[in-house]
């Protein structure tokens, strides 16, 4: 239930204001050179505290390997890597437990665990855990590079395969500058949409029935706090189209087509173009204005305020951690599909 | 990779013009009445032939059980349920396999499967399948009538889980008749939008990190052919509001909130509110219009038309059998939170 | 529960008594030839009703493709086979339905599924379920003999792999016939002693920790019904012996050992060296010998004899189903290995 | 590969002279009281450098939660608990890495990771790992006597479950003192045979058709170093016995057998009494005798003594281990049959 994947296979633990945040792989091939310095730079573009709209609490977040790394390879046996919890200041949600904030998991939790998570920050379900999918992001992506064209694919490639997100609208801004603005001034927080494109990608990957590449992306893009939707191609729009403006034609025999309605996947199969696909953000749910909401101890609805540290719009952060709950999907069809090799 | 599940698991199995196609399901709980009758009314739900916009092949679809039920109830053992395809007409497939169709798996299905793939009528890719995915459907629905509210839930309800889709919109029109009306005076096929919304949920499905409900809803849905996206609750609207809008305030002790944007999810978890979520069907790939594309034999790009019976609109058919997969999803996770036993 | 496998995945559901029994193949490799003719030379090995000591039940056994195969040939989507059930005698199981067969799962099963369970003749429990074994065995022995060595293989071997399995001993007899015959005389059941070996395997098979050969291996083996023991290379007899005995001393850089104490298993890995392992058989449960037991009807232990048609000796069946599982598990790991390519 | 389970499930890594060994348990339930204290009896009864037959290698081996618990309760979420390496003598090991040792992993490890594992102490085939285990054991162990027997089971207990291991032949002898004195004498390694009983378990356990409680328990056995064979209750003597004297007569309602060659578990479902199975452990592989093996550096055959700390006999430190696990896959099986609840 925290694990995921079949070949590259992650299993995530950790709270928010517990002792660590971590991820396990399993299966990842052995041979892959692997240094602290490889994380760093998508662990700094997840990172808050450096931009508008983004929380102030600061983790060095340096990458901790406890097994799987030997001699600066990987090792072919699972790969642990740990993120300590230093900067944490719990008593700011020990102050409104008595209110189980609107948005967050906090009310379900207390359900569902019966009053034994750990609450603090969120928990297990805080957006801290997306450190370790970062993590698990950035192994991933290294092995995506590695990965060559062979003499049937579209497009061959010396780089490898590449997976790049971007935020292209905030607050329904197509200028995201312009929609954090307008947050701040509305002393709110305020959601988005991300946009993913993987280039270079292979023809043939994803598996009928239930493993197509939509359904297997879309399940670990929801693991993601925060997401609402995801739609690949024309998405939601295709839904207004006919069949002959939406059908991409094909034009030559490695299966390129003339537009991409498609977002690259026909049949649950990658077809060699481009993937696209986008995610809606929800607007964080600490927001900085006053709610009213049930409040545990009396009973009533009642008006607070969140406490703690918080992004003004989340989908900031959500580009790095997208790209690498895509790469760790497709690294997972790529081993499936026998073009990783076991051994590099 | 044709199975889905961890309980109650789904393997699918068949082609569209092979001779059936069926699905065996493991962990179905023993004690469960079951009898071809119960799967009446579902199946003529899924069926084309009888409506304006849906295609005129016609199978009899009767479901023949060949493992698991004895004396009318199921064993506890594997239930294998098999339809047999009677009318097929490959003839007109096999005119046009020089051309892969677009927006079908034709290409991608030859060159995953090396040649090997029965190619007739889409083969194992067909929508053909999705009566195995009904019957399972059935039978997980049956499972949802029997759940009972504990103490603890929301809506305590003696009618148990119900779940229900219906088309929302076709062709951008919100009045379905007027968006298949431009489909038909257009020539063309299109696409539509499809919205499910189950009641009696019980709080506290769902499991962090990775099976979070829409993690796994969506994993299900997206193996439904010519689905684009998918949005839960308010969507990818969401990403246009204030976190101040979008928030539900939690109005009661069993987590009843006053607004229903978060469409009954919480961090992943069920809060006990109506689940809500809309898909997008894009239009039948095999329109009536002339298309230009890859001719396999000539090497060239070349008008043809797609033969074969199709529907002019396939999210006409999908409700049902997005019904299905929704109670699926549900019956599994109800069977993993032990609120449904393995003996009824 | 009912399935086996990571990539050549086996899902197997029917009863003894029920329309059929059968096996649905997830993952088998696209393009391998597949006909009737290929599956009875192992249907016949492992039938009943032609040799002393077997059951008179006989059916007729013929392999009814449902799905994955197209112009002879697997088309790499799920491969159903099923078996039709056509020489039952249900009346003989309904008469003895008052006393639980000791040794049999008569008790537990109706315990487990609440009475709800296919009884006639062990219902999905019943060793007719083999048949679908042997069917998945056949598929993955054909495999298994394309597997031919890379240049650090041990054994270049033009004939890929090779299973061979052989009873060893009966009753206490290493000459089966003679084992037999004591059972004839006593007018009672007996058990015996399988062995197995693999011949061609590579080095490298396995997965640390828990994927160890002999783990998998004993997984499907302890799936036969009867089998009450399993031991590798020298098995039991290593525990009374001495380090410098038991290890066998590597002689040459592919990894040939002078001995193979190990079976050609080290670490949990294949050494390349001959897989060896022996099974135990118990005697039948259903002897012809009168027995004492509890009367479900009378709440009494009283005396019964068992109806229906059983063999005196069912470990002489058991060869072919023991190769059909270690073929599978084999295919599997080679599939996970990338040894066995997707499309042939 | 590394993991194991269905719902308590476990993912294990680290290498014996890493930085750490580890286990990470998914599926734990929630409210399960956890402190350091309740590891160290196991933990102790593992460690060697205190009797007679076992390595001086000594660690301080405490667990260290690094998540998943929550003032000193199980919170529900992932369990991850380290041990530190801090006792490893790592050149010992250096110095003979020109032999790969006879009866351990180094070869195939060697030829499976590409020279990639860490291959100082055994690396992660190390029987280090084997800590890790031990601690799973540790929680599944105090969630077994939290099982209480229903109504309908034979065996009404309120101390719930209970899981013994111990020792019954060492070096082919009935007084494990006696067989340990012959190895001392004859400076050579030696094995042994351990016996597991489990008392107070519920009828009903274990899962047609794969997952019958024989093959489950023997997947997660065989996960254990220098394991060669099981049986279950009679086992291999069941090969030798006619069926009158092998069945166990029923003897009342509950399912008590007069007799129990089944060793508690028949048609791979537990029966109500109690489970019985006896595991083969071959001599330690480093023995301090002189070897004649391969030298990787020379490519002859050439003699050579194993350097480090090994135990003499590691029969001696399995039962701990094998209580471990099999309690782990218990808690499994009760968790999947409902019999242990989410929250405590």
Redesign the interface.
């Known amino acids: 239930?925290?694990?995921?994947g079949?070949f590259f296979?992650?299993?995530?633990?950790?709270?928010s204001h517990?002792?660590?945040?971590?991820i396990?792989i399993?299966?990842c091939p052995?041979?892959l050179s692997l240094t602290v310095e490889d994380f760093l730079p998508d662990l700094e573009r997840r990172k808050g505290g450096t931009r508008k709209g983004t929380t102030p609490r600061k983790e060095s977040d340096l990458p901790i390997?406890?097994?799987?790394v030997?001699n600066d390879?990987?090792?072919?046996?699972?790969?642990?890597i740990?993120f300590e919890n230093n900067n944490t200041r719990s008593a700011d949600y020990q102050k409104q437990r008595d209110f189980?904030r609107?948005?967050?998991?906090d009310?379900?939790?207390h359900?569902?665990?019966?009053g034994?998570?750990?609450f603090r920050g969120?928990?297990?379900?805080s957006g801290r855990?997306t450190v370790a999918l970062v993590a698990a992001g950035v192994v991933a992506k290294k092995l995506l590079r590695l990965v060559r064209a062979d003499k049937?694919d579209k497009t061959p490639s010396d780089n490898g395969i590449s997976v790049q997100a971007a935020i292209i609208?905030i607050?329904?801004e197509r200028d995201p500058e312009k929609g954090l603005q307008k947050?701040v001034e509305?002393k709110?927080?305020?959601?988005?949409?991300v946009e993913c494109r993987v280039n270079g990608l292979p023809?043939?990957l994803g598996?009928?029935?239930?493993?197509?590449v939509?359904?297997?992306l879309?399940?670990?893009?929801?693991?993601i706090?925060a997401?609402?939707?995801?739609?690949?191609?024309?998405?939601?729009?295709?839904?207004?189209?006919?069949?002959?403006?939406?059908?991409?034609?094909?034009?030559?025999?490695r299966?390129a087509?003339l537009t991409n309605h498609?977002?690259g996947i026909?049949?649950?199969?990658?077809?060699g173009n481009a993937l696209v696909f986008r995610i809606?953000?929800?607007?964080?749910?600490?927001?900085p204005?006053i709610?009213?909401?049930?409040n545990?101890e009396t009973?009533n609805?009642e008006s607070f305020s969140v406490k703690g540290r918080h992004d003004l719009c989340i989908?900031l952060r959500v580009p790095v951690v997208l790209e690498a709950v895509t790469a760790v999907v497709l690294t997972d069809f790529l081993l499936t599909?026998?073009k990783i090799?076991?051994?590099?």
């Open positions: 239930m925290n694990s995921f079949r296979r992650l299993n995530i633990f950790g709270e517990g002792e660590s945040v971590g396990n399993d299966g052995a041979g390997f406890k097994s799987g030997f390879k990987t090792t072919g046996a699972p790969l642990t740990l189980p609107p948005g967050h998991a009310f379900v939790a359900q569902k665990f019966g034994y998570e750990d969120g928990g297990h379900f855990l049937n609208e607050g329904g947050a509305a709110d927080s305020v959601g988005g949409i023809l043939g598996e009928p029935f239930f493993d197509s939509e359904s297997v879309s399940h670990a893009v929801f693991a706090p997401i609402r939707g995801i739609e690949f191609g024309t998405g939601f729009a295709a839904a207004k189209m006919f069949g002959s403006q939406h059908n991409d034609p094909i034009i030559d025999e299966g087509t498609a977002g026909v049949g649950g199969i990658s077809n809606a953000v929800k607007p964080t749910s600490s927001t204005k709610q009213e909401s049930l545990w009973g609805v989908a599909a026998q090799s076991r051994v590099l």
